[in-house]
T-cell receptor, first 110, second 113 residues
Framework: GENVEQHPSTLSVQEGDSAVIKCTYSDSASNYFPWYKQELGKRPQLIIDIRSNVGEKKDQRIAVTLNKTAKHFSLHITETQPEDSAVYFCAASGSYQLTFGKGTKLSVIP | NAGVTQTPKFRVLKTGQSMTLLCAQDMNHEYMYWYRQDPGMGLRLIHYSVGEGTTAKGEVPDGYNVSRLKKQNFLLGLESAAPSQTSVYFC????????????FGSGTRLTVV
């Protein structure tokens, strides 16, 4: 089955700096890659996703890049704000379901 | 339009007790999932369903059973709870076989003592 590795497990940045989280996946058949944000005590919420026919996607301060040849994808958050502090999960599609990475705890220091 | 509703939100069980977690969705989604979330382990798939009357095992199915008798409901059962099943359980549903745009429930925090 699919295996998703996510790095780093924790990340601290100063407010206004950029944050980058990286994931690799194992199944070359995967073609859908979402990112979820989970605040403490809340459910995961989809923040951005990308499909395999696209190399990059942006939504305001958030962007995701995909390299299908290398089987890795990344989340980029620019101009970080304290409200960006949360746990972020990447995921890759398999047969009928998503496989998630172990998560990155992002702390934005004011 | 409630989305995905999980009940109960919290539960404490004694070792060996049984319980059922209910997930209900009102979006007419075919695909439903049960995940467990443990610190540092991410979200791990327990069981899933690709339609009414179907179920399949995920990554960590041992100790759990599921049923999907109605399209809108997906039940997760623990027949004999163990402390290792202490976790936060999330249900999710999707309209697509790709797992597009999961809608998650609010979670059930289960403690087994």
């Amino acid at each position: 089955g699919e295996n998703v590795e996510q790095h780093p497990s924790t990340l601290s940045v100063q407010e206004g700096d950029s944050a980058v989280i990286k994931c690799t996946y194992s199944d070359s058949a995967s073609n859908y890659f979402p990112w979820y944000k989970q605040e403490l005590g809340k459910r995961p919420q989809l923040i951005i996703d990308i499909r395999s026919n696209v190399g990059e996607k942006k939504d305001q301060r958030i962007a995701v890049t995909l390299n299908k040849t290398a089987k890795h994808f990344s989340l980029h958050i620019t101009e970080t704000q304290p409200e960006d502090s949360a746990v972020y999960f990447c995921a890759a599609s398999g047969s009928y379901q998503l496989t998630f990475g172990k998560g990155t705890k992002l702390s934005v220091i004011p | 339009n409630a989305g995905v509703t999980q009940t109960p939100k919290f539960r404490v069980l004694k070792t060996g007790q049984s319980m059922t977690l209910l997930c209900a969705q009102d979006m007419n989604h075919e695909y439903m999932y049960w995940y467990r979330q443990d610190p540092g382990m991410g979200l791990r798939l327990i069981h899933y369903s690709v339609g009414e009357g179907t179920t399949a095992k995920g990554e960590v199915p041992d100790g759990y059973n599921v049923s999907r008798l109605k399209k809108q409901n997906f039940l997760l059962g623990l027949e004999s709870a163990a402390p290792s099943q202490t976790s936060v359980y999330f249900c999710a549903s999707s309209y697509s076989s790709l797992g597009d745009r999961y809608t998650f429930g609010s979670g059930t925090r289960l403690t087994v003592v």
